[in-house]
């Protein structure tokens, strides 16, 4: 039983939709106190900076989106695009790697790190 992968493009995505979730519900939490429109107000504030930041990371990834190496899977003949030594495919989850010293080891998103431990 393996460990489920996602591609990295896609978990930076995810993030920035649960900023936007954060964001609202933060905002929805501010209606509880309208007897306090200090309080109110604050949480309305928290609630746009949650939203912005959302925006910020989605130009971010959009941004770093358009560098990336893409590359067709093997599996499924879909372009992807990959962010660093090894990632899967955005469709299928195939592990995919540019590396060739790592065709054929086993997937493991440690291998994107600069600095691995020495045990391993």
């Not at 393996?2 to 609202?24: E, H, P, Q």
């Not at 130009?59 to 067709?72: E, H």
């Amino acid at each position: 039983m393996g460990v489920k992968y996602s591609s990295k493009i896609n978990k930076i995505r995810t993030f920035a939709l649960s900023l936007i979730f954060i964001g609202f519900f933060v905002m929805y939490g501010g209606i509880f106190f309208r007897t306090s429109p200090i309080v109110m107000t604050l949480f309305m504030i928290l609630g746009l900076l949650f939203i912005i930041a959302s925006t910020v990371v989605y130009f971010w990834i959009g941004m770093l989106s358009t560098k990336t190496v893409q590359v067709v899977c093997p599996s499924c003949n879909k372009v992807t695009k990959m962010l660093g030594r090894v990632d899967v495919c955005m469709y299928c989850n195939e592990p995919l790697t540019l590396d060739p010293t790592l065709e054929g080891k086993e997937f493991d998103e440690k291998y994107n790190r600069k600095t691995r431990d020495k045990k391993s």
